[in-house]
Nanobody
Framework: DVQLQASGGGLVQAGGSLRLSCVAS????????IGWFRQAPGKEREGVGC????????YYVNSVKGRFTISSDNAKNTVYLQMNSLKPEDTAVYYC???????????????????WGQGTLVTVSS
């Protein structure tokens, strides 16, 4: 049974940093891609980026490129989302998701992940 547990959200000032964690269980971590998504109040869910657990390859959407970094610790079945230079528009509930295969921009665009965790709220104050 695939389970994903996201944590690490909180309140941070604009320009600050925050690191989210996504702990996975119930599947062979190395075979999966892990994606990060977010949903701001009143807006549709959007992709942030993803990582292939097998080789560490990553993809980021343009709005976070250069500010956010996704990494994984396969020994801990954990994926991290390091968020730097945060902006008020980054305020959202952040979710991690998982599915077999590799990270790709198309998977992020289509939210092509079969298993989802609960979200963690990130609030960036101006």
């Amino acid at each position: 049974d695939v389970q994903l547990q996201a944590s690490g959200g909180g309140l941070v000032q604009a320009g600050g940093s925050l690191r989210l964690s996504c702990v996975a269980s119930g599947f062979t971590f190395d075979d999966y891609a892990i994606g990060w998504f977010r949903q701001a109040p009143g807006k549709e869910r959007e992709g942030v980026g993803c990582i292939s657990s097998s080789d560490g390859s990553t993809y980021y959407v343009n709005s976070v490129k250069g500010r956010f970094t996704i990494s994984s610790d396969n020994a801990k079945n954990t994926v991290y989302l390091q968020m730097n230079s945060l902006k008020p528009e980054d305020t959202a509930v952040y979710y991690c998701a998982a599915d077999l295969g590799y990270c790709a921009g198309s998977r992020i665009g289509k939210a092509d992940f079969g298993s989802w965790g609960q979200g963690t709220l990130v609030t960036v104050s101006s």
